[in-house]
């Protein structure tokens, strides 16, 4: 009887001890396992894991790009429509942008074809980025489609076709962007009239600078059409500047 019990003794140690070791490294992985997350969520809160997001409204289509823009107007009419998509969805401010390819054709008539590079909205408050005008979105997305910094291009040109004339900002993208032509629609004044601020924009100096750099400047292209965007956002949409929050 003394041996049976004493057997039964020692199974009961011995699970115990297996028991009690489990418990030490469930609770040591459980330690490692906190101290990661901790770690990880640290290393999220530097510097070197921002990330930038540039991304168009979900109601831009690809079948935007299969289009043909064969005038001058057409051109125009998708920035402007694209501004009006923005309010309407409320995706941002009313600015549209389009950039074409601009290729002459060799052969006796130099005809000249248009294709559709990339688009941009005015995307401010939905991404929470103040440089997100519908130019530099457009800019950026066209030279990340083309990996190449510059639209500068020996065979091609490229124009910009905009909603309304660019702010300071734009203008200096526009200048360092490689695009050979910018067409305008609305003016600054346009702008500045529901609340805009759009910087130190001089006329006609920054647009002769432009013109110095060449750079083919066109302006007040359906005007009257983007005026009327810019009339219903400012009934509806948030005026924001450098100093408002």
């Avoid at 998509?85 to 942008?97: C, I, L, Y």
């Avoid at 290729?103 to 559709?116: E, G, M």
């Avoid at 050979?180 to 629609?185: E, F, L, P, R, S």
């Avoid at 805009?196 to 083919?216: A, N, R, T």
């Amino acid at each position: 009887a003394m041996t049976a019990a004493t057997g039964n003794n020692k199974t009961i140690f011995a699970s115990a001890g297996i028991i009690t070791g489990a418990v030490f490294v469930a609770f040591s992985v459980y330690s490692v396992l906190i101290r990661l997350r901790k770690k990880s969520a640290e290393e999220d809160k530097s510097i070197h894991s921002a990330r930038v997001t540039i991304a168009l409204p979900n109601w831009i289509k690809d079948e935007l790009f299969s289009r043909a823009y064969d005038t001058e107007e057409q051109r125009m009419s998708l920035a402007i429509q694209l501004s009006a998509r923005n309010v309407a969805e409320a995706t941002g401010g009313p600015f549209g942008t389009a950039i074409f390819e601009r290729r002459v054709c060799k052969d006796s008539h130099n005809r000249v074809s248009y294709k559709l590079v990339s688009v941009g909205v005015n995307r401010v408050v939905p991404l929470s980025n103040s440089v997100l005008h519908a130019e530099t979105v457009a800019i950026q997305i066209a030279q990340k489609l083309l990996n190449r910094y510059t639209l500068r291009h020996e065979e091609v040109s490229y124009e910009l076709y905009t909603s309304c004339e660019p702010c300071a900002m734009c203008l200096g993208a526009v200048l360092w962007s490689g695009v050979d032509t910018v067409v305008c629609a609305a003016r600054k004044e346009d702008a500045c009239s529901i609340g805009f601020d759009e910087g130190p924009v001089f006329d006609p100096q920054s647009y002769e600078y432009l013109e110095k750099s060449g750079i083919v400047v066109k302006r007040n292209v359906l005007r009257q059409q983007a005026v009327s965007v810019l009339q219903e956002y400012s009934k509806i949409g948030l005026i924001y500047n450098g100093g408002s929050s």
